[in-house]
């Protein structure tokens, strides 16, 4: 009962909209044959094609097409026997061009939007799966984090030698894996990090920063990673010799990490010998810091596109990490009201910039939080 019910109320529509285009039909064809033939009435056919093709399928648009047109060149015999004349019979010629012209252009203007909507269908099927694939990076990237704290907890628990005596070699082997176990917990909070600032935005901790300081600790930090690949880091002023203090407002944990990605990027992609350098700079509105390295460059497609998330290049610069990094650099720093760039430098290598507003030396030490959009 239910099932009969749902086919008459899906038929109800499209018999009503039969009734209504019949019922025009004959209104039309009333004045026509109540009225002389030089009289043209042919034009109001347009309501009723224009209402078929909204309301019925492509079939029955050339039906009602081709109906108002046969009815509207009968006009010049019916009813009774009448003669044409050249005028006339020109008229209704012109009025069947324009009602065949109508169908045809209702029914492509039908099928663009048909397409549309079924673009717009695809991309909005696209975008729930985009966010679910989200959701599920970020919920997985989040419940990693435990195994990883507690491998490398355990795996220090051995070098302390809480599990029995362990010799030099297993204690360089024990390094190398705590090592590999931190960079993959590196890389994924920075892909956390990377969701949580897209979805929810960045959350800035402001107040006067030192962007010297914040140079020196990041090499401090580095130098193992560095002496492992055997580069040589180094730090300078530009033009000057003499130690600089580059104050701006920015948030201190998101700008060494800044730092830290640009020289772990720089680092893993100089060859063995290589400089990896940051270079301070003050201008007059801004503080620009340069990080350069004595790798193989950019190349001309990687360029645009070097900042872009998950974008790993086709060149050896790319070749490792998870292309995020630099992505997540380009937030903080855009969060800071900065400008980030990257260029080759002459006769090889890269240079890896970032410039932010200058503030003045600060007066007190209580921090702001703002909360920025990415």
Same mark, same amino acid.
Request: no cysteine; proline share 3%.
């Given at each position: ?10 038929q109800e529509?499209?018999?009503? /909209? ?47 097409t ?5 009815l509207t ?22 009025v069947? *061009? ?5 169908g ?8 663009s939007?048909?397409?549309i ?14 966010? *679910? ?6 919920t ?8 990883l704290?507690g ?5 220090k ?19 190398? *894996? /705590? ?7 590196q890389m ?16 800035l901790?402001?107040?006067? /920063?030192?962007?010297?300081?914040l140079?020196?600790d ?16 180094s ?10 203090t ?5 948030? !201190? ?7 830290a ?13 290589g400089?990896?350098?940051?270079v ?11 990080v ?16 872009e ?6 060149g050896?610069?790319?070749?490792k990490?998870?292309?995020?990094g630099?992505?997540?650099t ?6 800071h009201h900065?400008t980030?760039? !990257?260029a080759n430098?002459?006769?090889q ?11 003045? *030396? ?13």
């Amino acid at each position: 009962m239910k099932s009969l019910q749902t086919t008459l109320l899906g038929q109800e529509p499209s018999a009503r /909209i039969r009734w209504l285009i019949a019922g025009s039909v004959t209104i039309v064809l009333l004045l026509e044959y109540t009225t002389p033939p030089d009289y043209v009435f042919g034009y109001l056919y347009i309501g009723p094609i224009l209402l078929a093709n909204a309301r019925l399928k492509r079939s029955g648009t050339v039906q009602v097409t081709l109906l108002a047109a046969l009815l509207t060149l009968s006009n010049l015999w019916l009813p009774g026997d009448k003669g044409v004349d050249a005028s006339t019979l020109a008229n209704r010629l012109i009025v069947v *061009m324009a009602l065949v012209v109508t169908g045809i252009l209702s029914d492509r203007i039908r099928r663009s939007e048909d397409a549309i909507a079924r673009q717009k269908a695809q991309l909005e099927s696209q975008e729930q799966l985009a966010g *679910m694939r989200e959701d599920f990076v970020s919920t997985l990237t989040h419940d990693l984090k435990t195994p990883l704290l507690g491998a490398i907890e355990t795996i220090k628990a051995f070098q302390r030698g809480e599990f029995g005596t362990v010799e030099t070699a297993q204690s360089a082997v024990l390094a190398a *894996m /705590i090592r590999s176990h931190q960079t993959t917990l590196q890389m994924v909070e920075t892909m956390l990090d990377v969701y949580r600032n897209d979805s929810e935005g960045l959350t800035l901790h402001l107040q006067p /920063i030192d962007l010297a300081s914040l140079a020196e600790d990041a090499l401090t930090h580095l130098r193992e990673l560095a002496s492992t690949r055997r580069v040589h880091l180094s730090l300078s002023y530009g033009a000057s010799d003499f130690r600089r203090t580059l104050w701006v407002e920015g948030d !201190a944990l998101q700008l060494q990490r800044v730092f830290a990605n640009l020289l772990t990027n720089g680092i893993n992609h100089s060859p063995r010998g290589g400089k990896v350098e940051i270079v301070l700079e003050s201008q007059s509105s801004y503080q620009v810091v340069k990080v350069l390295d004595e790798g193989q460059g950019i190349t001309a497609d990687e360029l645009p596109r070097l900042f872009e998330r998950f974008y790993q290049g086709h060149g050896d610069r790319q070749a490792k990490g998870s292309g995020l990094g630099l992505y997540l650099t380009r937030q903080i720093i855009e969060a800071h009201h900065g400008t980030l760039w !990257a260029a080759n430098r002459s006769p090889q290598g890269a240079l890896f910039g970032f410039r932010l507003p200058i503030a003045a *030396m600060p007066n007190t030490s209580h921090p702001s939080v703002k909360s920025a959009e990415i």
